[in-house]
């Protein structure tokens, strides 16, 4: 140990005592680091104050009971992560320790993460999972009826697949009326999730000329990684927004994927995804030929009624002898023809007597009729009013007295 970093001198005092800086001391304690402990390590820990920079880079503690780690992982890597680190959760980091020079303290590089009691594809599956229901995208109220009877289906999936083949048969054996529209897109790997998503938002927003009536989306199974592409947020999400009715069909039945959840039905087989977008042909042609034979039937019954009443109408006495009535009215009519002098006469001599009856009340009230039994009337000339009384007159007014016949004399007052 006679070349140590941490030899000491052997004259201790003062002035012979070698002097380090700062940068010295942290790069002797870099170096010890790198000569002492493994150049890479799986540290088990529970995150806490975890953060992402601007940058993309994110730092957190590793913590246990008793200590306290600080660890960094950067973009690059964190990028590669399935799942979301948060506070609190337990995980496997793999990594480095090294020393950071400018805060002169050591932390942990981790390049990946694992949840610990958890695989990472299904603690991501569980996170996504959360957060897309709490937006509310797997709700009820949201999901679309599939077509009783759709012509045009849109089938996105891997040309190279056996789900294509199943759904297609599928299809044809139950519904041959089907015009199907492939889209071969990749079903797994890198950049699937972002293929599928597209496919559907185009599908969509060329409608009006393709004018499907629903879309079938999947694949065959596999492993959770293979079928990972249906947990991917940007297919869910062009699912939820899709205006075309949308059916998963991902995998075997055991499998269970984000898009049968936020889909408007899910199939547990590409084969019953066939099954559930059409109808059976057999089954609608029995349906039809039963409502064939109801309306038949219903008809027959319906003529029969009305032959009933018909015959029922035909043996009344109108149609026995549809003339009678004529004749009845054409009776009638020379009896109102014989009786109508008659009544004319009587209504006549009615009228007649009502005339004069009125005719003698109106010569009652004539305030002239009194001039006929020698009485007269006599008026004040400038004012033509009726003199009531000799108070009413004075001398020299000039005043007109009227007789019978509607003769006047006029005369000047002399003397009351």
């Known amino acids: 140990m006679k070349d140590s970093l941490f030899e000491q001198p052997k004259d201790t005092s003062p002035s012979k005592a070698k002097i380090y800086t700062v940068s010295q001391i942290t790069s002797l304690i870099k170096v ?4 002492t402990l493994p150049g890479r390590l799986t540290i088990t820990g529970e995150i806490s104050g975890f953060k992402r920079h601007s940058s993309g880079h994110c730092y ?3 913590k246990d009971e008793d200590a306290v780690l600080p660890a960094v992982i950067w ?3 964190f990028a590669k992560l399935k799942f979301k680190p948060e506070n609190g959760l337990a995980v496997l980091a793999k990594g480095h320790i090294d020393v950071y020079p ?4 050591y932390q942990f590089y981790a390049d990946t993460l694992a949840p610990a009691g958890m695989g990472a594809l299904q603690l991501a599956f569980e996170q996504m999972k959360n957060k897309l229901a709490a937006e509310g995208l797997f709700d009820e109220a949201h999901k679309k009826p599939l077509p009783k009877f759709p012509f045009k289906i849109g089938v996105l999936t891997s040309k190279s697949g056996a789900a294509l083949h199943d759904i297609v048969d599928s299809i044809y054996n139950r519904w041959p009326a089907a015009k199907l529209l492939f889209y071969d897109v990749p079903v797994q790997g890198e950049g699937a999730a972002e293929k599928i998503a597209s496919a559907i938002k185009n599908i969509n927003n060329r409608n009006a000329v393709l004018r499907l009536d629903v879309i079938i989306v999947g694949r065959g199974g596999g492993s959770m990684e293979d079928l990972w592409a249906f947990n991917e947020e940007a297919v869910a999400r062009a699912i939820y927004n899709s205006k075309i009715p949308v059916i998963s069909a991902v995998g075997h039945e055991v499998d269970f994927t984000i898009s049968d959840l936020v889909a408007d039905a899910r199939a547990s087989t590409p084969t019953k995804a066939g099954v559930i977008a059409v109808p059976d042909i057999k089954e609608v042609l029995n349906r039809i030929d039963s409502a064939g034979k109801r309306i038949k039937a219903d008809a027959e019954s319906a003529i029969k009624l009305s032959a009933q009443k018909l015959k029922t109408i035909l043996a009344a006495v109108l149609f026995r002898n549809p003339l009678l009535i004529v004749q009845n009215r054409e009776q009638l009519l020379d009896e109102i023809e ?3 002098p008659q009544k004319a006469d009587r209504l006549l001599s009615a009228v007649k007597l009502q005339i004069e009856t009125l005719a003698a009340k109106l010569t009652a009230c ?7 039994r020698g009485y ?9 009013k009726i003199a009531k ?3 009413e007159i004075n001398i020299n007014d000039i005043i007109i007295t009227e007789f019978k016949d509607e003769k006047m004399i006029e005369s000047r007052v002399t003397k009351k």
């Open 32 to 35: 010890s680091l790198e000569e």
């Open 60 to 62: 957190f503690d590793l």
């Open 389 to 391: 009384s000799v108070a």
């Open 366 to 372: 004539n305030p002239k009729s009194v001039l006929n």
């Open 376 to 384: 007269s009337i006599t008026k004040i000339a400038v004012t033509g």
């Open 75 to 77: 973009k690059s890597d």
């Open 338 to 340: 014989n009786n109508l």
């Open 102 to 105: 400018p805060q002169g303290k």
